[in-house]
């Protein structure tokens, strides 16, 4: 079954710095990339999905990079702020046979002021 | 519209007790699941249904079971709780391969 491996599990940077948190996943078969934001004590959101068709795709400062060749992909978070401080989780699905969601094991973001 | 509702939101239970966590959705949604949370493992899935009237093994079953009651409904029961089941439960919901929504979660402590 698929496998998610999430990258690192703490990250800390300052204010206006870049983040870059990276996962990797097992079934060549998934083409959907979501993820997602949680902040302390709430529900998990997403913030921007990626499907193997593309290869990257932009939000505001927020950006995913896909490589399935790899399968590797990337959440980039540009000009960093406190309000970015949160756990971000990446996940893998696929819809050939199955409707499974798997999540990595998520990521800690600090920005410092 | 409330989304995805799940009751209780917060629950404690002795070992050996069991209990239900209920998961409803007003969204329409086919797909229905359920993880667990747990610090340093990430979201781990339970068990999810594709559809009203089936349920498949996710990554950590054992324990669970879970009703696809309707479209809308989708139970999760510890049969005899043990502590390694203390986490906090999401439920979520979506259609086709595009964004899962959760519900508020339950935090679950068995002592």
């Known amino acids: 079954g698929e496998n998610v491996e999430q990258h690192p599990s703490t990250l800390s940077v300052q204010e206006g710095d870049s983040a870059v948190i990276k996962c990797t996943y097992s079934d060549s078969a998934s083409n959907y990339f979501p993820w997602y934001k949680q902040e302390l004590g709430k529900r998990p959101q997403l913030i921007i999905d990626?499907?193997?068709?593309?290869g990257e795709k932009k939000d505001q400062r927020i950006a995913v990079t896909l490589n399935k060749t790899a399968k590797h992909f990337s959440l980039h978070i540009t000009e960093t702020q406190p309000e970015d401080s949160a756990v971000y989780f990446c996940a893998a699905s696929t819809s050939y046979n199955t409707d499974k969601l798997i999540f990595g094991t998520g990521t800690r973001l600090q920005v410092f002021p | 519209n409330a989304g995805v509702t799940q009751t209780p939101k917060f629950q404690v239970l002795k070992t050996g007790q069991s209990m239900t966590l209920q998961c409803a959705q007003d969204m329409n949604h086919n797909s229905m699941y359920w993880y667990r949370q747990d610090p340093g493992m990430g979201l781990r899935l339970i068990y999810y249904s594709a559809s009203e009237g089936t349920t498949d093994k996710g990554e950590v079953p054992n324990g669970y079971n879970v009703s696809r009651l309707n479209k809308r409904e989708f139970s999760l029961r510890l049969e005899s709780a043990a502590p390694s089941q203390t986490s906090v439960y999401f439920c979520?919901?979506?259609?086709?391969?595009?964004?899962?929504?959760f519900g508020q979660g339950t935090r679950l402590t068995v002592v």
């Open positions: 990626i499907r193997s068709n593309v």
């Open positions: 979520a919901t979506r259609v086709g391969e595009t964004e899962a929504f």
